[in-house]
């Protein structure tokens, strides 16, 4: 009986990846759990094990192909063995993404049923409530209903496209768990298609110049510039800065840092900065929350996101998972670790999501400070400028300290100035009276 | 604005018609001296005289068959059947005559008539006093069918159906004649045929009604509203020809549908609406279209608890609402 290959949803709102690159080729053996191709999705690239062990019968889609979590990859098998021909020889015939127009008519194919979502008895489906789940790819099972004998009414389903918003990414269902149903290479944008078109990549079509360069989008691009799109249309952003003296950070720094490089541990100033931002959030519960129509949400647990540059290919926000219960060494670990994993591109999915709250430390590049974007659904980014000795009034006197400028950028419909300031003020207190 | 009752709107209507336009006359039993059994002609006859007010004999084929003659020499005859129980003499001169005559003549002639007649029951009218007929007449192209529901209303739909080219029957709803009370302005208005009126704005569910059903609706919404449930009525004025759009809106918008209607349940009017929301509104809708009406029985019964078993009212309306929001 031969095994699929199917490409995994890589995270919770990961619905697509590309196939980067196969490590077997058809005809060859693999053993299970052994690597078989890299896929590159919106935020990392990673390995995709074998599920089983076998001889790889056929190869269904071709590197640099991007599809949904869910389709049928490959095929694993007894070498000579058959592939089930309703996904089989269709699959290895199915068209490919250029040729929408055949696959046009393959779209009101069902939406395949999740194994990992027990199906429960929906009743009767309306016909307006069998359109708007089809228009908004609803999984019905995930709806409520509130009908006679809880049918799933018209407002139902409306309430719950609208909790989730028209895209239907964030309530997905682990379709990774499902058999694709042999409708193969469905292009995503029709699968997961939306009523409002990402604003940041509906600029295309604009004529290339003579001697102009068109540079196709790379998913993290693409991705990147969907997410600072929304998050300016979504949050008002207010940002107010702060002045910090790290003399006692530099202090304490420079007693510790051959300590903490004995244990293989790189003490950086992000360290410090994080330490501070998740203590100080701690206080302010309402800075680690995130808005939504039916109330606030505040979250019970600090995960720090650590915006992470990738050079000229993008940046990734690897996450500090409960950093308030961390030490200064804990967290010294984890940013050490999740940076340098980032930049190998060896993050793993879950490691990028799950943040309550970011910090971008552009002081890195020479800025001195900086109004940086949200990172959506959270209530504010901390922005750490380039520390610098500068020249200060201290009890009338003029001293030498080293200076940083932080700014914190927060949602205005969550915090006001003032408690935005005081949030602040307690982060600039923690460090500068660093102990 | 003076507030009156839908009678009296209707006699407003009648008066200034008769006044702005000689051609128009009146033909009824009882229409002249005695202004009308329900009144509606009170005052006419002893202002217009007995050339324009006319009492007719008992004969209801004559009065729509005179009417007919009338129209065709260039008149605008308002012909009065006492009740719409007696239409049925009179069936054959407005289907097989009045409705077919423009079609007919290829455009050359047409009827510019009107047929007023009181229909419906709970008055304690019984058999031959009690009839909604508006399905025979809807089913008929080449007759508008106009059922007012409020004052304002029956002035302005009378008045435009009186300047119609072609015949309109025009059935008031007897039990509101008097019931039914609200503001019409002194001066000239016109209600144009062929437009419902969104009477109440809900988002639960749509109900379709007209005539004394729409006044009972309207009550009904007005309960409702107290127990959160939202009703959007519709008072659809014209039943042929009739605002398509409007009702197709309102179900698009609620996804519910219920028509209410006095008639017999089997081939009345609402099924029609029905239907059409079935055809043209289907991927709307989140319930079957539901219509409320009274029982299969061959007439609407003397016995007052047997009159009250047949007539629909506002709790009967608001438990049929009240049952599809909670589909």
Redesign the interface.
Same mark, same amino acid.
């Given at each position: 009986m031969p095994t699929k290959v199917i490409m995994p949803q890589l995270g919770e709102s990961v619905v697509e990846g590309t196939v980067t690159k196969w490590l077997k080729q058809e005809g060859e053996l693999i053993t299970e759990f052994d690597a078989l191709l890299e896929v590159n999705t919106d935020k990392v690239d990673t390995e995709i094990p074998s599920p089983a062990t076998g001889t790889v019968l056929k190869l269904l889609v071709p590197e640099g192909t991007t599809v949904t979590a869910g389709t049928i990859l490959a095929w694993l098998g007894e070498p000579g063995e058959a592939i089930p021909p309703s996904e089989g020889p269709a699959a290895a015939a199915a068209p490919a993404f250029s040729q929408t127009a055949e696959v046009k008519s393959k779209v009101p194919a069902e939406a395949p049923q999740p194994a990992g979502v027990p199906a429960r008895d929906l009743g009767f489906i309306s016909p307006v409530v069998a359109r708007v789940a089809a228009d908004h790819q609803v999984d019905l099972n995930k709806v409520t209903g509130t009908g006679q004998g809880g049918r799933i009414t018209k407002k139902d389903v409306l309430a719950f496209v609208e909790k989730r918003g028209s895209s239907p990414t964030a309530a997905a269902i682990p379709i990774w768990e499902t058999p694709a149903d042999g409708d193969l290479f469905r292009p995503t944008e029709m699968v997961f298609q939306s009523d409002q078109p990402s604003q940041a990549t509906s600029q295309g079509g604009k004529p290339v110049k003579a001697g102009d360069q068109l540079v196709p989008h790379t998913t993290i691009r693409r991705s990147i510039a969907d997410h600072m799109l929304k998050s300016k249309h979504t949050s008002p952003h207010v940002t107010t800065v702060m002045e910090v003296d790290l003399s006692r950070v530099v202090a304490h720094r420079a007693a510790n840092k051959a300590a903490f490089a004995r244990d293989g541990v790189n003490l950086t100033f992000t360290v410090y900065f994080i330490t501070a931002l998740s203590r100080a959030l701690k206080d302010f519960p309402l800075a680690n929350s995130s808005w939504s129509e039916e109330g606030l949400i505040l979250h019970s647990a600090i995960n720090i996101g650590m915006a992470t540059s990738l050079g000229d290919d993008g940046l990734i926000v690897p996450v500090i998972k409960g950093a308030d219960g961390l030490s200064l060494l804990g967290i010294a670990r984890a940013v050490n670790d999740l940076a340098n994993r980032a930049r190998l591109r060896k993050l793993q999915p879950d490691e990028v999501q799950g943040g309550t709250f970011t910090i971008t430390n552009h002081g890195i590049s020479g800025s001195l400070f900086a109004t940086p974007i949200i990172n959506q659904p959270q209530c504010g980014i901390l922005g750490v400028g380039i520390i610098q000795k500068r020249a200060v009034v201290i009890n009338d006197a003029i001293a030498i300290r080293p200076m940083v400028y932080i700014s914190l950028t927060f949602d205005h419909r969550i915090l006001d100035g003032a408690s935005a300031d005081n949030f602040l003020a307690r982060v600039v207190d923690l460090l500068q009276n660093w102990s | 604005m003076p507030e009156m009752t839908l009678i009296d709107a209707v006699r407003m209507a009648m008066d200034e018609e008769l006044a702005r336009d000689p051609n128009v006359i009146i033909i009824g039993e009882d229409v002249g001296v005695r202004g009308g059994v329900f009144r509606a002609t009170m005052g006419l006859h002893e202002k217009y005289g007995s050339d324009r007010v006319i009492d007719s004999p008992l004969a209801e084929a004559s009065i729509v068959g005179v009417g007919i003659g009338a129209a065709l020499y260039g008149m605008r005859p308002i012909c009065e059947i006492q009740f719409a129980d007696f239409i049925h003499p009179a069936f054959n001169q407005i289907i097989n005559e009045a409705a077919k005559m423009y079609y007919r003549s290829n455009g050359d002639w047409t009827v510019p008539m009107v047929i007023r007649t009181p229909y419906g029951g709970g008055i304690g009218g019984g058999l031959y006093h009690s009839q909604s007929l508006e399905a025979f007449f809807t089913h008929t192209p080449g007759l508008k069918v106009v059922v007012p529901s409020t004052p304002y209303d029956a002035k302005g739909l009378l008045k435009s159906a009186v300047r119609d080219p072609n015949p309109v029957m025009f059935f008031e709803p007897k039990k509101g004649y008097r019931l039914i009370k609200g503001e019409v302005p002194d001066e000239e208005y016109l209600v144009p045929l062929g437009k419902a009126n969104v009477t109440r704005e809900g988002t639960d569910v749509s109900v379709f009604a007209y005539g004394m059903m729409h006044y009972y609706t309207m009550q009904a919404a007005e309960k409702l509203a107290q127990e959160g449930i939202s009703a959007e009525v519709i008072d659809l004025r014209t039943l042929y020809p009739v605002d398509r759009d409007a009702i197709l809106a309102s179900v698009e918008k609620t +996804?519910k549908a219920l028509v209410v209607y006095e008639d017999n349940l089997t081939g009345g009017y609402g099924a029609e609406i029905a239907a059409l929301i079935g055809e043209h509104a %289907?991927?709307?809708?989140?319930?079957p279209v539901r219509r409320l009406a009274g029982p299969d029985v061959p007439a609407v019964p003397f016995s007052h608890p047997m009159q009250d078993w047949f007539m629909l009212n506002p709790e009967k309306i608001a438990a049929a609402i009240r049952d599809l929001a +909670? %589909?």
């Open positions: - | +996804g %289907f991927t709307s809708l989140d319930a +909670g %589909f």
